[in-house]
């Protein structure tokens, strides 16, 4: 079953993806794109798992795994900058200030290097068998402060999002995925976590839209 839900969320992501790039065709170089890496990352996060049962346990899987990790720590942070560079296309006046655009820039670097260090470089996996899915986890605890502070910010600018323009797509995909992780307690045997992360994700495609929408800018 929850073989067939990593597969079933493969595929939606990679329908986000599609949808995405097609948003975002006319400049792809954009910051605001920054959470279409996001997507790739995850499109081959969930791929993974889905087929971990059909590789089995050994050295491929687990290498396929190390670079679920990889992925994780070079791409999530990028949410920041997307955050800002949100806030900068909708021509708030903060987020033109030279100071918060190097702010959330070295925030970025600096997570993502944090990530590298702490929970990539050195990294130990082991195999887990678990609700008919079969993944390599990290054998030490993973550090959350990358999401914590990942999460925070998008919590922020959701409620900036709200407050200036009545948009409150991103603030409910972040606190849905925030719940989750306290659902995902209580929910063991089933993949809650990844569900609402999806949820997440497509918030973030529809503020995209909506900053394409709402933008003084033409071809952003």
Not at 127 to 154: F, H, Q
Not at 168 to 192: D, E, R
Not at 206 to 214: D, E, G, Y
């Amino acid at each position: 079953m929850n073989t067939f839900v990593y597969f079933l969320l493969t595929f939606g992501y990679l329908t986000l993806l599609i949808l995405g790039l097609f948003l975002s065709k006319k400049n792809i170089l954009n910051l605001t794109n920054m959470f279409l890496l996001v997507i790739v990352g995850l499109v081959y996060d969930n791929l993974i798992i889905a087929l971990g049962r059909f590789f089995g346990e050994g050295k491929l899987l687990e290498g396929l795994s190390f670079v679920r990790f990889l992925l994780h720590a070079l791409f999530t942070p990028l949410l920041i900058l997307f955050a800002w560079s949100i806030a900068f296309k909708l021509d708030l006046a903060w987020a033109k200030k030279k100071f918060w655009k190097i702010v959330f820039s070295i925030l970025t670097i600096g997570l993502i290097l944090y990530e590298l260090f702490t929970s990539v470089i050195g990294l130990k996996l082991r195999a887990k068998r678990e609700n008919g899915v079969l993944t390599y986890e990290s054998i030490e605890s993973v550090s959350p402060v990358m999401v914590i502070l990942v999460t925070l910010v998008l919590v922020i600018m959701g409620i900036i999002l709200i407050k200036n323009f009545h948009f409150p797509g991103l603030l409910i995909g972040t606190i849905i995925m925030t719940l989750g992780s306290v659902l995902a307690i209580w929910i063991s045997n089933f993949p809650i976590m990844n569900v609402l992360e999806f949820l997440l994700v497509l918030s973030l495609l529809l503020t995209k839209r909506f900053q394409i929408r709402n933008s003084k800018k033409p071809n952003t």
